[in-house]
């Protein structure tokens, strides 16, 4: 397959691009300024807030937006998720959007991520951005789309292959915890990518 991964030097990114790597697929590498890549990934520059970085990749198989913006600038996560979707709308490319948890319901509750008390202040901006890109793809009917929340905590952790999916509420533990490694996180991805099971849907992961 033909995957190009916007936000590849990210921490996420990054884990998605080394497993699309190991299992042979060619990856178009984005970022927007000259940054160490996996080796083996094809680099390029671009903006995934910009239609002239995403029109070139109608002869990809899926397209991986893992942007992450900076404190202050939240809004460039909408920006960037409804550049990739109205730009690829009408094409055979799939378009995956690595999001956030604020939309998730917190087990034993009617409550969302967002809407819990435990989430600190300096987590609200981005919480509310990546409830405003959840709601930019449900309106979404023209592109391939999944959207994937990722559960309330990632770590650094190894990557185990083991996860287990979920659909619109956290996956925890039987502590109760909400985790998984992004190395982890990128096999569920790359799983969904070759596989897909969720055309038009959100689904989520978790230990």
């Known amino acids: 397959m033909r995957i190009a991964v916007f936000g590849a030097a990210g921490s996420i990114g990054s884990a998605i691009v080394t497993e699309a790597l190991a299992r042979g697929h060619h990856v178009t590498a984005i970022v927007r300024t000259p940054r160490p890549l996996p080796p083996g990934a094809e680099p390029r520059i671009g903006d995934a807030t910009d239609p002239a970085s995403v029109a070139p990749l109608t002869d990809h198989d899926v397209v991986i937006g893992a ?112 985790t998984i490694s992004m190395a982890d996180l990128a096999v569920a991805v790359l799983d969904e990518a070759e596989r897909p099971k969720h055309t038009r849907a959100r689904w989520t992961v978790g230990y």
């Open 67 to 178: 942007t992450r913006p900076p404190h202050g600038e939240e809004s460039a996560l909408l920006h960037a998720t409804d550049t990739l979707l109205s730009t690829l709308a009408g094409t055979n490319v799939r378009c995956m959007i690595i999001g956030g948890a604020a939309t998730l319901r917190i087990p034993g509750t009617p409550r969302t991520v967002l809407h819990s008390p435990h989430v600190h202040d300096s987590f609200r901006a981005i919480a509310e951005a990546c409830a405003a890109q959840h709601s930019r793809c449900l309106d979404e009917s023209r592109t391939d789309w999944t959207y994937v929340s990722p559960p309330a905590v990632l770590t650094t952790g190894p990557r185990t292959g083991r996860y287990r999916l979920g659909a619109d509420e956290l996956v925890v533990d039987p502590a109760g915890d909400s």
